[in-house]
């Protein structure tokens, strides 16, 4: 049963499917006037080019065919991807004596691809990152000069040399820099008194205050950044925070005052206290802000004055478009601070500074290796209505889709790690102009450049003919087999003129009333006349003045317009003989109702749709012959029975009054009553009369009259055997009894037993005492007489 029910179910679920998928058809719903608006709707819209065919010209291929379109008449544009540079990734080990610079890396492949793109439909190609041995690393370290990192500055000032020995295993290219930050020259960050600023730790011995210095451009030489840094002397300033985002803003902006090279860039910021951020400024009457320019005039910033500081967002998108990684070498107070920073720029790291030299030189080292293991593609701004989407193929068979997508982590160097690109164009972006988009790696320079060309006309669009005789003597251009009309002129074929008939006018003789759709939302108001929309289904149509008919919205029935039983007009079913009903689900045929006496309903309903519906509410049934809280009708007749058939029974005194409806008709034996294959509705009936005999009747219905048949023979009960019960009770009751009795005694053996053997063992294991009685005097008396000598 239940198996049956699946089958249904699954058979009515594909049908409902495959009629939603028909009545969804997206190419013929959006009713597309070119080629071009067809192509746009969705991969799977076609067009029919054929001057000739009469069906819905954008549609499903398989849907055209079908309709009579040949495979030549179809166009059916489709992307496509060309690569048009492809150098292969680098492969080149450390210790190499023939160096490449740095342009002649390639650690990301292909490096440029056109793709020609068609609404809805997805261009899918493969990247491939590996992550290049011996790249040149550019170091930029920025450091906090207030007087509270004097022990700091120690620890940096041989930084260059020892850096270059610690990271000879990870590049023979290391460049280094260095440059440094306090606070900007206004109060009430400096405090502005001429011996304030000449030096702001009176008594002690401190460099005038300023807000960025380039001290140092990069360069290859350890004993130069040793020699520069020796220089530097600390400064003082009146609050904690620190200009810190100024200087990092210079340095990633001030590309050639700085040095930066397209290789790996890091930038080292060190610092004991917080930075202040955008809107800080207007402390000092700052609000200008911050413009993202470098502004370094003898490598110091001279607008710290102007311009407000950076906000968070600019500093991260600065940083991210420079190629920019981030490690905040921070003291241990505010490493907290700098971790919630470091979540929003991408790419950066936060690492604890202590009091040695090697401690600096180690967060450098484990932030570069921990920032170089992880690559994380992004790409440039998408054009309005262009979608793009990752899928990475890490280490091990580590494969993500979404977000996840664009990373890959734990990379070593030498790794290979491949990323597959999905991008998608909806309808016509850019109106077709082409678009330049750009994928990399975060932090890294190289980039992979992606034309994207948008294909928003069909190929016979350039074989349009304007003013074809076609369109009306020349009306209008042909164009993919239809006529696309002039300014001015309307129609199939351009066979209408603006002039002649108003727009409003043709709208008006288009609507049924002032409140209703043109040509009821079914159709095109051509030359004030409505041109109903073809469907899918050949067989499915509008029609009426203003389409506002149409032969398929009837209600259905068992899945079935109609219910099967008529036809669909206007929206309207016109319903078969013998059937009725909105949907034709209603018959008019009475012969279902007919109960087995011939009569409708048993008389105890009316046929209503081929059924039974029973005007006594306790009757049920297909044909209203079940009562299941009445009494069996045997009952209800069996004292008239008893009474007019043997005069005995309740109601002998009055069977003439409350039984006359009907004369029973006696048989013999009951063997001889008529039986159901004798009448088509009777009852064979079984009752007890009032000396407790059964006696047997038939009772059946016949054109509204009552036929009683009875069988004069009783079957009455013989009386118990008395003396076989009697002995059977008393010889039950003596068995009952010695069984009861063995039973006991059985029982009283097995308990004697017990007790003797467990007196038994008792005994065994007493322990009898066998000393003698102190105040016992035995009553023989031995005397030795002292002359025996023992003879």
Not at 112 to 131: C, D, I, M, V, Y
Not at 174 to 185: D, Q, T
Not at 270 to 279: I, K, Q, R, V
Request: aromatic content about 6%.
């Amino acid at each position: 049963m239940n198996m049956k029910v699946l089958l249904i179910s699954a058979l009515l679920g594909f049908a409902s499917y495959t009629s939603a998928k028909t009545d969804t058809n997206v190419c013929v719903s959006a009713n597309a006037k070119a080629c071009g608006e067809c192509i746009q709707i969705g991969p799977q819209c076609v067009w029919c080019t054929d001057p000739d065919f009469k069906h819905s010209r954008c549609d499903e291929k398989e849907s055209l065919e079908n309709a009579g379109c040949t495979a030549l008449s179809i166009e059916n544009p489709r992307g496509t991807i060309t690569t048009d540079k492809n150098k292969p990734v680098t492969n080149r080990k450390i210790n190499q004596t023939n160096k490449l610079r740095p342009d002649e890396i390639t650690q990301i492949q292909p490096q440029k691809l056109t793709l020609n793109l068609r609404s809805g439909e997805a261009q899918k190609f493969t990247l491939t990152f590996k992550r290049a041995e011996d790249y040149p690393i550019d170091l930029y370290f920025l450091m906090d000069l207030s007087d509270s990192m004097l022990s700091n500055l120690e620890n940096v000032k041989n930084l260059g040399s020892d850096l270059a020995k610690e990271m000879h295993n990870i590049t023979s290219d290391l460049r280094i820099g260095f440059g440094s930050f306090l606070e900007k020259l206004v109060m009430p960050f400096i405090l502005m008194t001429p011996k304030y600023l000449q030096n702001p730790c009176y008594p002690g011995d401190c460099t005038a205050p300023f807000s960025y210095k380039n001290v140092l451009s990069l360069t290859k030489s350890g004993e130069e950044f040793t020699k520069k840094v020796s220089q530097q002397k600390t400064s003082g300033n009146l609050d904690s925070p620190e200009a810190g985002f100024d200087a990092i803003m210079q340095a990633a902006v001030c590309k050639e005052e700085i040095g930066w090279r397209n290789v790996t860039r890091l930038l080292v910021f060190s610092t004991d206290a917080g930075f202040h951020f955008a809107g800080d400024g207007k402390l000092g009457g700052i609000v200008r802000p911050n413009d993202g320019k470098c502004h370094l005039v003898n490598n110091t910033y001279t607008m710290s004055h102007y311009f407000d500081y950076p906000t968070i967002s600019q500093l991260a998108d600065t940083l991210s478009d420079n190629n920019i990684q981030t490690i905040f070498a921070v003291t241990e107070p505010f490493r907290s601070v700098y971790e919630e920073l470091s979540a929003l720029i991408p790419k950066s790291l936060v690492g604890t500074l202590s009091t040695n030299s090697a401690n600096v030189i180690k967060i450098i080292i484990d932030c570069y290796n921990s920032l170089s293991s992880e690559v994380i593609l992004e790409n440039s701004k998408l054009p309005e209505g262009v979608s793009i989407s990752y899928t990475s193929h890490c280490k091990n068979g580590v494969s993500e889709k979404g977000e996840n997508g664009r990373k890959c982590s734990n990379i070593s160097i030498g790794d290979e790690v491949n990323f597959d690109v999905e991008i998608t164009a909806k309808g016509c972006p850019s109106n077709g102009k082409s678009e330049m988009v750009k994928i990399k790696p975060q932090g890294i320079s190289e980039e992979v450049e992606i034309v994207l060309n948008f294909i928003c006309e069909c190929v016979c669009y350039k074989d349009r003919i304007p003013n074809s005789p076609e369109c009306s003597n020349g009306q209008g251009t042909l164009e993919c087999g239809v006529c696309r009309c002039n300014e001015g002129r309307l129609g199939r074929i351009c066979e209408c003129s603006k002039d002649e008939i108003l727009t409003d006018d043709l709208d008006a003789n288009c609507r049924m009333d002032n409140r209703t759709d043109i040509c009821s939302n079914n159709g095109e108001c051509v030359c004030g006349t409505c041109d109903c929309k073809k469907r899918d289904k050949p067989e499915e149509r509008y029609s009426g003045k203003f389409c506002e008919c149409d032969n398929f919205s009837c209600d259905r029935s068992s899945n079935k317009l109609c219910g099967g039983h008529g036809r669909c007009e206007c929206k309207k079913c016109i319903c078969d003989a013998k059937y009725t009903g909105n949907a034709c689900d209603c018959s008019l045929d009475t012969s279902t109702c007919l109960a087995r006496n011939k009569q409708i309903c048993n008389g105890r309903g009316t046929c209503e749709c081929g059924a039974c519906k029973c005007t006594d509410s306790k009757f049920q049934g297909q044909t209203c012959e079940i009562c299941p809280t009445c009494p069996s009708i045997c009952t209800e007749v069996k004292d008239c029975v008893e009474c007019k058939a043997f005069n005995t029974g309740n109601k002998k005194d009055k069977c003439n009054d409350d039984c006359s409806y009907f004369t029973p008709k006696k048989v013999k034996k009951k063997e001889e009553l008529p039986q159901p294959n004798d009448q088509l509705y009777i009852n064979d009936c079984k009752e007890r009369d009032a000396n407790d005999c059964w006696f047997f009747f038939t009772y059946a219905t016949n054109d509204g009259t009552v036929e009683v048949h009875v069988a004069e023979t009783h079957e009455c009960p013989s009386g118990p055997n008395i003396i076989p019960i009697v002995a059977g009770v008393v010889a039950g009751i003596v068995l009952i009894g010695l069984a009861l009795l063995l039973i006991w005694k059985l029982l009283m053996i097995i308990h004697d037993r017990r007790e003797f053997a467990k007196f038994e063992k008792e005994k065994m294991n007493a322990r009898w005492d066998t000393g003698e009685n102190p105040i016992y005097k035995s009553a023989v008396t031995t005397v030795v007489n002292p002359k025996y000598e023992g003879n």
